[in-house]
């Protein structure tokens, strides 16, 4: 059985990463989705906790009618020594041959601290950014919706990420 592993901070989940991710399933029978920064959030940059892009992509891969069985969803916290990232990443997941990623640090700390997976470029048909899409929340501009996937838009507005997103912004004092 191939797994491969697909690691990405998911701020949000949208429709590039769904994309990315089946093309990684589309060559495993199961593919690991790791959180990475699972430790932040309520931040700029990581506004969403791990459970919450858990949720997130957990409620877009069952809209997309992917089975649970083809992938598992794990939480991955940063270390602040990138020289055991890889090695901290494979002690965190279970066995994975190949990692998918569009990150060049990523592929550079696989490729010389974790030479026994194989690290393949994911080919990026959807140029989609999540700072651009918090951007367009932030700015209420709803043209963000059509960047996630449905059942994302949806967790989205629930969830009132606007005013979370703004909540952060503001000075502190």
Known sequence: MSTGLFIGRFQPFHLGHLDALKQALAKNDR?????????????????????ERFEMIEKALTAEGIKREKYIIIPIRNIQNFSLWASHVKLLCPSFET???????????????????????IKFNKKICATDIRAKILCRDDSW?????????????????HDRLSDIRLPRK
């Open 31 to 51: 593919v690991i989705i790791g959180i990475g920064s699972a430790e932040e959030n309520y931040t700029e940059d990581n506004p969403f906790t791990a459970g």
């Open 99 to 121: 990692l998918y990623t569009g990150s060049h640090m990523v592929k550079e700390l696989f490729v010389k601290h974790a030479p026994d997976i194989k690290v393949i470029n």
């Open 145 to 161: 919706i059509k960047l996630v996937p449905k059942a994302v838009a949806e967790y989205l507005k629930k969830h009132k990420t």
